[in-house]
């Protein structure tokens, strides 16, 4: 049996490389950009964009030149942090090598696409990633039931810490980026909660957390980049807390791939699976929450719906590897996760 390890802590003045192995930003949101810039380096960090995340288009170079400029952006760096997702992170997982990436050891931050990379590295090295940031993220205020991934990227392993689920989640449409109110009091408009599939009021499970978009990883499903059954039999003897969130894809879909994800063994050792919030389609006959009925109903473990990650803000940090503890119990709702190997 293997340990997790965990990045060094992230200090004042560290390090923090901006690639884009997915998607750079366009030019009409290099403003955007720039002020998430801004506000990590009022907190004292050293921030550089690499040239690939400020070129537009569905990407900014080739898939060996992505990969390529990824393990140059992990070399020396303590934080290694994407602006955002994109659509095909996953051309680059047979071009990176996870040992030398894992041997750097900074901090890799992201969601959304960056999860096609962030799981094989977690599942395939050991080394825990970070979910549920990225730059362009960072003008907006968090809950204060959450951590910033920041400060938890600053514990020291061993360490412990514990976010409560949001009362408030955002339900409008995204507007242009210079009417945005970046405050929690306006950004999150609508009430919100975790619930339990089978209704079922007080709910508690442990075990290792392992998780992402599903559209992204789902794919992974059944290569050696997305071994999660793997993953539990090395480095996860307590078992496994699944998280999954769809970022778009309407109730077939997302039953589809719970199913695949299923058929893989994704939840063979979980004890626990948490479904984040999603602004895709139900469909005639098939709402979400009955995909993910239909998909994981009669598994004998607990399933979170509703959960703080995702697409549908505000979304908490979730370390991938974190030996995590998970309680349902009205709006006193936590997770607390272990920085433990």
Request: charged content about 20%; glycine content about 10%; overall charge negative.
């Amino acid at each position: 049996m293997a340990s997790i390890t965990y990045p060094a802590p992230l200090r004042a003045g560290g390090r923090i490389e901006v690639p884009a192995p997915s998607m750079g930003v366009p030019a009409h949101l290099l403003a955007r950009l720039h002020a998430a810039v801004d506000a990590l380096t009022t907190l004292g960090f050293d921030v550089r964009l690499r040239p690939h995340a400020v070129t537009g288009g569905l990407t900014p170079a080739p898939a060996a030149a992505r990969a390529e400029d990824l393990h140059a952006a992990f070399e020396g760096a303590d934080v290694v942090l994407p602006p955002w997702g994109g659509e095909l992170a996953i051309e680059l997982v047979e071009g990176i090598d996870w040992n030398v990436l894992a041997e750097a050891r900074p901090w890799f931050v992201g969601w959304s696409d960056i999860s096609t990379l962030l799981l094989p590295l977690t599942t395939r090295t050991g080394l825990a990633t970070l979910h549920g940031a990225n730059l362009m993220d960072e003008p907006y205020e968090l809950p204060t039931e959450f951590a910033r991934w920041t400060d938890v990227a600053g514990l020291p392993p061993n360490s412990t810490f514990e976010q409560y689920s949001a009362p408030r989640r955002r339900s409008r449409p995204w507007g242009a980026w210079a009417d945005e109110p970046l405050d929690r009091d306006r950004a999150y408009d609508a009430p919100t909660r975790w619930r339990s599939l089978d209704g079922t009021s007080d709910v508690r499970m442990r075990g290792r957390l392992i998780g992402g978009c599903l559209e992204t990883v789902s794919l992974l499903a059944g290569t050696p980049y997305g071994d999660v059954p793997g993953f539990a039999r090395k480095y996860a003897p307590e078992g496994t807390i699944v998280y999954l969130e769809a970022a778009e894809s309407n109730a077939i879909t997302v039953l589809r791939m719970l199913t695949s994800l299923r058929l893989a063994g994704w939840f063979d050792d979980a004890n626990g699976i948490l479904i984040g919030r999603t602004d895709g389609a139900a469909v005639p006959e098939l709402s979400q929450e009955d995909a993910v009925r239909h998909a994981l109903g009669d598994l004998d473990v607990p399933v979170l719906l509703d959960f703080d990650t995702g697409h549908q803000p505000p979304q908490m940090p979730l370390v991938n590897g974190a030996l995590a503890e998970v309680r349902l119990n009205g709006a006193g709702s936590s997770i607390v996760q272990h920085l433990v190997p």
